[in-house]
């Protein structure tokens, strides 16, 4: 059947582009102005119409930085040089969607959202209808709403974000096609909470191990509980920091494809699993006690101001992620009861702050590598990270401080093999100095990977992934118990 001369009306949210253009504006002011959190609950309750008014007043969503099906859009054009005509029809906002419509060149007309009217499911539905008849023209939706189009619908076109959705609409019998996309699935919520970065929270068994107690049944359990009530709430302030960070995910090289990003995972649901993951995190942090929920309490408000702040003030957001790595010590001490030492407070400030330029140097590589400046005359001042501080002309001056960062907290190790304090920790301290030519070699190598342009752009990734890191990291533990135990019953300084 040749269906040319059936307008085609087609859905902006979810449909034509990936994500939801209210929800990217809803998380954009909010970065913007933290503060009409609390009108936005007044602008709800005069209805969703109002709602929308009052968002869009405030911030523009520009459709360049948003991701788009692909395939949706070049049917919409392959129908529209048929002589098709086609209909942006969206629950957003007039004005939105015209500047959708011109910015993609394939539309005829825009029907959308005004003052009064929200043009979702019924209404929808009921204005297609008194525009064109029923069972006169064709829809592509994305979400079950959509039903209440497709009952009336000559045909209906179909985004798979789920196999319900497929079956809903097949049970109407006008299904034309289906568009196959990327479903939101266990793989996708792994990437959303990223579940591999919670290998940063093995910190917190470190108290217990440096203190001689990881092998205490009462100890470990405790550890353990740090470790799922830690790894719960970071993955909760993840899924919050990517929800904020879309547009400059967008830009990274890499970023833009996490799930939020992409459009894999809607903004909304990445709400729903922030939350229940902070509660599962809290009722377990509750039973470790008071303290460790005043840890994870403040964990959640460093990470708020980093979110919202700091991640964009030169210096100071290295310095609050290392920081972030110290407190992790701070909850398998308080978690355990076992006392952590100044020493390895100082350690790991330096050590971590190091990762940080190193994180920083790997994006700012990123960005020389994506934009070909050899070849496009760029400058290297002109290119920045987008979201951050830091331009590639700082390239220099950052690798210096995190390679001298990463040095310092060797030598800190050094003086307290050194100190009269270690005497008491371990049978043979002496054995404690071959770790500092594996750390000077792990450091020094991730440097010389990170300033080849080949490092990730998070080390801790790159350290999983990487067989040599695992090798020095064994070495590490191996060199630790023979400090504690020495089992030859050598004596290095007799």
């Not at 266990?186 to 940063?200: E, G, I, M, P």
């Not at 700091?310 to 957001?317: G, Q």
Request: aromatic content about 10%.
């Amino acid at each position: 059947m040749d269906r040319k001369n059936i307008p085609l009306c087609v859905d902006l949210d979810g449909t034509v582009c990936a994500t939801d253009t209210l929800q990217e504006a809803v998380f954009a002011l909010i970065k913007k102005r933290p503060s009409t959190i609390l009108a936005m609950f007044l602008w709800i309750l005069r209805g969703i119409p109002e709602f929308k008014k009052q968002v869009a007043v405030r911030i523009t969503v520009e459709p360049a930085s948003l991701p788009f099906r692909d395939s949706v859009i070049a049917f919409v054009r392959s129908e529209r040089e048929r002589g098709r005509k086609c209909f942006l029809v969206t629950a957003s906002r007039q004005e939105i969607g015209e500047r959708f419509a011109k910015h993609l060149g394939c539309f005829d007309e825009v029907m959308g959202s005004t003052d009064k009217l929200n043009l979702k499911g019924p209404k929808k539905a009921d204005a297609l209808v008194a525009r064109f008849g029923e069972k006169s023209f064709d829809y592509v939706g994305d979400h079950v709403v959509d039903t209440h189009v497709w009952k009336h619908a000559a045909g209906s076109y179909v985004i798979a974000t789920s196999m319900s959705l497929v079956a809903a609409a097949e049970k109407l019998g006008n299904v034309v096609q289906v568009f196959e996309v990327p479903r939101m699935n266990l793989n996708s919520l792994r990437k959303a909470v990223r579940a591999h970065q919670w290998a940063k929270n093995v910190l917190v068994f470190a108290p217990a191990f440096l203190g001689h107690r990881f092998f205490e049944t009462a100890v470990l359990v405790k550890s353990i509980a740090a470790f799922a009530g830690f790894s719960l709430a970071a993955s909760s302030i993840y899924i919050v920091n990517d929800l904020f960070d879309l547009e400059a995910d967008r830009a990274h090289p890499t970023k833009r494809h996490r799930p939020f990003a992409s459009g894999a995972i809607p903004a909304f649901h990445g709400v729903m699993l922030s939350i229940a993951l902070l509660v599962m995190s809290l009722i377990v942090s509750t039973i470790l006690g008071t303290g460790f929920v005043a840890i994870i309490g403040s964990y959640l408000l460093l990470t708020t101001a980093y979110t919202f702040w700091l991640k964009s003030v030169v210096i100071a957001d290295v310095m609050m992620l290392a920081c972030l790595y110290t407190v992790r010590l701070m909850a398998g001490s308080v978690a355990t009861q076992v006392v952590v030492s100044p020493w390895l407070l100082s350690l790991s400030t330096f050590f971590f702050l190091s990762l940080a330029f190193m994180k920083r140097v790997s994006e700012l590589k990123l960005v020389l590598k994506k934009h070909h400046i050899e070849n496009r005359g760029t400058t290297i001042d002109d290119l920045i990270v987008k979201g951050r501080d830091y331009q590639t002309g700082d390239l220099h001056l950052i690798t210096s401080l995190g390679s001298a960062s990463g040095y310092i907290s060797v030598l800190v190790f050094c003086l307290y093999i050194t100190s009269t304090s270690v005497q008491t920790m371990y049978s043979e301290p002496d054995y404690l100095w071959f770790a500092c030519p594996l750390l000077l070699f792990w450091l020094s190598r991730a440097w010389m990977i990170t300033n080849r342009g080949a490092m990730h752009s998070d080390p801790v990734a790159f350290a999983l992934t990487d067989r040599t890191s695992y090798i020095v990291g064994a070495l590490l533990v191996f060199v630790t118990m023979l400090a504690m135990t020495n089992p030859l019953g050598i004596s290095w300084r007799h």
